[in-house]
Nanobody, 113 residues
Framework: QVQLVESGGGSVHPGGSLRLSCAAS????????MSWFRRAPGRERVLVAN????????YLLDSVKGRFTGFRNNDKDTLYLQMNDLRPEDTAVYYC??????WGQGTQVTVSS
């Protein structure tokens, strides 16, 4: 069955970096647009990045531009989110998604001093 498994979250200080991974299985990964979303405490889930099959990021949330990079490895069926210069407002549960219909379990990112 279709499965998405995120990893790489954790707790970091402001200015730190993390790389999230999303391992996909059960479908032809290289044919799908893949996305990262996040849900901050008490807020709705928002789209962070879209990465099309050719490994081009077609959307990036304004507040993360210049700091986050979405990319993928189709040979490994894995989606990534490189997050640099993290800020407290980036604290959220991060989810990967296929078509906004299939979701992983999420990985917690906490940025605090």
């Amino acid at each position: 069955q279709v499965q998405l498994v995120e990893s790489g979250g954790g707790s970091v200080h402001p200015g730190g970096s993390l790389r999230l991974s999303c391992a996909a299985s059960g479908f032809p990964f290289s044919r799908y647009v893949m996305s990262w979303f996040r849900r901050a405490p008490g807020r709705e889930r928002v789209l962070v990045a879209n990465v099309i099959p050719s490994n081009v990021t077609t959307y990036l949330l304004d507040s993360v531009k210049g700091r986050f990079t979405g990319f993928r490895n189709n040979d490994k069926d894995t989606l990534y989110l490189q997050m640099n210069d993290l800020r407290p407002e980036d604290t959220a549960v991060y989810y990967c998604s296929r078509d906004s219909t299939t979701w992983g379990q999420g990985t917690q990112v906490t940025v605090s001093s």
